[in-house]
Nanobody, 126 residues
């Protein structure tokens, strides 16, 4: 069993930056692909970025490429989402997700993830 806890969300002006963190508990963290998804009010949950178990492969959705970076530190059981040049369309609840199948490539599909955090709110003001 893996539990995930996100932090780092908040209110930021357009053009600003935030770094989200997701700390995982459980022995399987360092073999699991990890992902970030987000959900804006009235919209479906959407994929943002994912990273494989050893950070050798990342998968980032086109609309955040060049602005968002995903990384991980297995020694700290933590995955990060560095977000730069934020705009109002990035306002959403951001969720961390963990894959229960070890050593799998990072997926952009929400149904490939078994474990989910509670979410952290990111609000970008104009």
């Amino acid at each position: 069993q893996v539990q995930l806890v996100e932090s780092g969300g908040g209110l930021v002006m357009a053009g600003g930056s935030l770094r989200l963190s997701c700390v995982g508990t459980g022995r399987t963290f360092d073999s699991a692909a990890m992902g970030w998804f987000r959900q804006a009010p009235g919209k479906e949950r959407e994929f943002v970025a994912a990273i494989n178990w050893n950070a050798g492969i990342t998968n980032v959705v086109n609309f955040v490429k060049g602005r968002f970076t995903i990384s991980r530190d297995n020694a700290k059981n933590t995955v990060y989402l560095e977000m730069n040049s934020l705009n109002t369309e990035d306002t959403a609840v951001y969720y961390c997700a963990g894959d229960s199948s070890p050593y799998r490539d990072p997926s952009s599909k929400y149904y490939d993830y078994t474990y989910w955090g509670q979410g952290t709110q990111v609000t970008v003001s104009s």
